[in-house]
């Protein structure tokens, strides 16, 4: 039972453009968010992340939204780069607990 | 200030044969993790230790072991290796009550 979802394995945008990460959720007792990123043979490196009493959190080119009621969550980057392309990890936390739980990655290429 | 590293990089096994990983942090962190990631995965929990002297299972602990030797180390123990753990295992540190994780750069292992 996978408890945080990334349904879209690849994404492909255009160099400049917005694109746009989604990541679901199932678990209510979920209280913060992070995104990581990962480029092949190294390790994942933390990139930006929003605590469940927010609904957005905003560093440089990267904005993360949080949807609580549609258990949803977003990462937006803005203007797309080429040396953004990397496997984007969405990753959550439970209230109290020291467990991350993973989702299973979008891989995103942005094409100059 | 090296950050968490992993030896060794990469490790061929035979069907049964045991090996230690080796992780070590210099970031005086209290808590360490070890994760595994297979293709089209996400990375999945095998075990940590919120501090010296206590491990705890995570999501996948069958077949390892663990030791915290120090703060700074914290070992994973393969006994008897299976081509089931063919993965790429992560380790990972960070403070306590800290949310976000900072990883190594991995340690792809075969098993043949």
């Known amino acids: 039972d996978q408890q945080v979802k990334q349904n879209s394995p690849s994404l492909s945008v255009q160099e400049g453009r917005i694109s746009i990460l989604n990541c679901d959720y199932t678990?209510?007792?979920?209280?913060?968010f992070l995104w990581y990123k990962k480029y092949p043979a190294e390790g994942p490196t933390f990139l930006i992340s929003?605590?469940?009493?927010?609904d957005k959190n905003e560093d440089g080119r990267f904005t993360v939204f949080l949807n609580k009621s549609a258990k949803h969550l977003s990462l937006h980057i803005v203007p797309s780069q080429p040396g953004d392309s990397a496997v984007y990890f969405c990753?959550?936390?439970?209230?109290?607990?020291?467990?991350?739980?993973f989702g299973k990655g979008t891989k995103l290429s942005v094409i100059p | 200030n090296a950050g968490v590293t992993q030896t060794p990089k990469f490790q061929v096994l035979k069907t049964g044969q045991s090996m230690t990983l080796q992780c070590a942090q210099d970031m005086n962190h209290n808590s360490m993790y070890w994760y595994r990631q297979d293709p089209g995965m996400g990375l999945r929990l095998i075990y940590y230790s919120v501090s010296e002297g206590t491990t705890d299972k995570g999501e996948v602990p069958n077949g390892y072991n663990v030791s915290r030797l120090n703060k700074r180390e914290f070992s994973l123990r393969l006994e008897s290796a299976a081509p089931s753990q063919t993965s790429v295992y992560f380790c990972?540190?960070?403070?306590?009550?800290?949310?976000?994780?900072?990883f190594g750069p991995g340690t792809r292992l075969l098993v043949l």
């Open positions: 990972a540190s960070n403070r306590a009550y800290q949310e976000t994780q900072y």
């Open positions: 678990n209510s007792m979920f209280d913060y």
């Open positions: 929003i605590s469940s009493i927010k």
């Open positions: 990753a959550a936390r439970g209230a109290g607990s020291y467990q991350l739980t």
